[in-house]
């Protein structure tokens, strides 16, 4: 596979090198980015877009690390694959490393669920893709029944909703944690108004058909690919997921070794969104250690960061 470039002249679009699909992107520079800082790559969750990262990339570049959000292939304002190609997760594996190879130093991969796998995939096929990964509350294999709770909120209004308040008030009883509502603007980017006058996901509904897989087999394929993985690893985890759990967890340290893990008490399988302070200082500790002590930053012993609120 051969990238395509990126425009750094401004441009928010990137056309990767697999069925010229274009992605949305978000460039997050820092005024403060020192050589030493690695660039970071924000992958989101099934669903999301690339504003799922917006305060922590805001955050992290005001730190002097510099990032790049973008939306899948099939959500928010990228490309949705053509009617005749099936989506398959390759593919988004071949847009990480398209995306990670047009940086002038390997990245550190910030991964939420979805984005998180696909990082595994692509540092698989590709050693030394990443600087470092840290993957957000996802392990190569998960809970059924968490999934299948997050795909059934995901395809309960095939529809639409009559209007953002009423997707708020849907999304507030999902996320009955959250101490703040969806405002019209974090709607925008998440659902799109149709011609009937009706708000619907801005993703691809193929997405769900095609990609959201729970089958051993599917699960055994992510774990041989994390098992390959030799870069510095951190995974973060919610202490109220329904999706990653401590089985899941150690099972993924055996895969691992030399992995370290934070366990964030009081957040669920959204950990960015439950509590953004106690996310991003987990990852910029992680980052420090990484400078402090390059290539010897890991320990396998899980950390448990209280005092997090939702």
Same mark, same amino acid.
């Given at each position: ?19 010229? %699909?274009? =992605? ?11 050589? @030493?800082?690695?660039?970071?790559? +924000? ?5 999301? $877009? ?27 304002? @990228? ?5 005749? =190609?099936? +989506? ?7 847009? =990480? ?10 990245? %550190? ?26 993957? %957000? ?21 095939? &529809? ?8 708020? &008030?849907?999304?507030?009883? +999902? ?92 957040? $669920? ?7 953004? &302070?106690?996310?991003?200082? $987990? %990852? ?27």
């Amino acid at each position: 596979m051969t990238p395509s470039s990126v425009d750094h002249a401004g441009s928010d679009r990137v056309v990767n090198g697999q069925g010229d %699909v274009a =992605l949305a992107i978000r460039r997050f520079p820092s005024p403060r980015a020192l050589q @030493s800082h690695p660039a970071l790559i +924000y992958a989101h969750g099934f669903g999301q $877009t690339r504003g799922a990262w917006s305060r922590t990339g805001e955050r992290m570049a005001a730190q002097g690390y510099a990032g790049l959000a973008y939306d899948a292939r099939g959500h928010g304002e @990228s490309d949705r694959n053509a009617a005749e =190609l099936p +989506y398959a997760g390759d593919q988004f594996a071949d847009d =990480l490393i398209v995306l990670a190879g047009e940086q002038p130093e390997p990245p %550190v991969l910030v991964g939420a669920s979805m984005g998180g796998l696909f990082g595994l995939i692509a540092e698989s096929r590709w050693p030394g893709l990443f600087r470092a990964m840290v993957l %957000v509350d996802i392990t190569p294999r998960w809970e059924h029944a968490g999934l299948q709770r997050i795909l059934a909120f995901m395809t309960a209004f095939p &529809d639409g909703f009559a209007s953002l308040e009423h997707a708020a &008030d849907i999304i507030a009883a +999902y996320q009955p944690q959250r101490r703040t509502r969806k405002s019209a603007d974090d709607l925008r980017e998440l659902l799109r108004e149709g011609a009937d006058g009706r708000w619907r996901w801005h993703w691809d509904p193929r997405l769900v058909d095609e990609l959201a897989r729970d089958s051993p087999q599917h699960q055994d394929a992510i774990a041989e690919a994390a098992r390959q993985v030799q870069c510095p690893v951190l995974l973060i985890s919610g202490g109220r997921s329904d999706l990653v759990s401590e089985q899941t967890v150690e099972e993924f340290k055996t895969l691992v070794p030399h992995a370290r893990h934070v366990h964030l008490p009081l957040a $669920t399988h959204m950990v960015a969104g439950d509590d953004n &302070d106690a996310f991003t200082a $987990t %990852v910029l500790e992680y980052l420090a250690s990484l400078s402090a002590v390059p290539g010897n930053a890991e320990s396998d012993v899980t950390e448990s960061v209280s005092g997090a609120t939702p």
